[in-house]
């Protein structure tokens, strides 16, 4: 199990419920990245975590987003209070040197995603 | 607002010609990164470009990264059938939160046979 991998692939729901989408990130990486992408676009930044602590959270769009990574391993992203706005695909990505450092590991490695559809 | 620009949005290309995607920004970049998404996949780590100027190589892909660091190409020769997908540049801007990677909105590379 060599890649990043993340739970479920695809989640509808309704307006106005919550969920929760998991990340499983690369062994040993420390660095562990949220992104939110919609059709035709690129990824939009939303949260990065070095080990245990977010380290840069000024993506989220607003405080019904909210992202925990409790032993600097796995990491789930809650949603409240769901919006048809937030459908997406959900990419999680993890590297082995944090983000923004020079060195040739800074590559960041990028799950499956998540597709949510929001009712 | 996006600081980060690509163009075009779209290339239809014969297999056998030449495609270049072209990233743009404002502000100076600190480095910049290239991905590939295939339909329907997730982004794969390409290439990292950091210095002023820089080019660099990989088969038939070149990268380039501009002198000023605001701007950066790729340049595909004798495109294949596999080279299909939406390539993003994506970078850390230097002005802003070193963690954040911003991408562009991505070029997608339709090879017809």
């Known amino acids: 199990g060599a890649g990043v991998s993340q739970t479920p692939s695809n989640k509808v729901t309704e307006k106005g419920k919550y969920v929760e989408l998991r990340c499983d990130p690369i062994?040993?990486?420390?660095?562990l990245y949220w992104y939110r992408q919609s059709l035709g676009q690129g990824p939009e930044f939303l949260i990065y975590?070095?080990?245990?602590?977010?380290?840069?959270d000024s993506g989220l769009p607003n405080d019904r987003f909210f992202a925990v990574r409790p032993e600097g391993s796995v990491s789930t992203l809650k949603i409240q209070r769901t919006e048809r706005g937030d459908s997406a695909v959900y990419l999680c990505?993890?590297?082995?040197?944090?983000?923004?450092?020079?060195?040739?590991?800074?590559?960041?490695?990028f799950g499956p995603g998540t597709r949510l559809t929001v009712l | 607002g996006q600081q980060v620009m690509q163009i075009p949005q779209y290339q239809h290309v014969q297999e056998g010609e030449d495609f270049t995607t072209y990233c743009n920004s404002s502000t100076t970049l600190s480095n910049i990164q290239w991905y590939k998404q295939r339909p329907g996949g997730h982004p794969v780590f390409l290439i990292q470009l950091v210095k002023s100027g820089e080019v660099k190589k990989q088969k038939r892909l070149t990268f380039q990264f501009g002198e000023a660091k605001k701007n950066s190409s790729l340049h595909i020769t004798a495109t294949q059938t596999t080279d299909v997908g939406t390539y993003f540049c994506?970078?850390?801007?230097?002005?802003?939160?070193?963690?954040?990677?911003?991408f562009g909105s991505g070029t997608q590379l339709t090879v017809l046979p």
């Open positions: 994506a970078a850390h801007i230097s002005s802003g939160s070193a963690r954040q990677l911003t």
């Open positions: 975590f070095q080990g245990t602590g977010a380290a840069d």
């Open positions: 062994s040993g990486h420390t660095a």
């Open positions: 990505a993890s590297s082995l040197t944090p983000s923004g450092s020079q060195g040739p590991r800074n590559e960041q490695f």
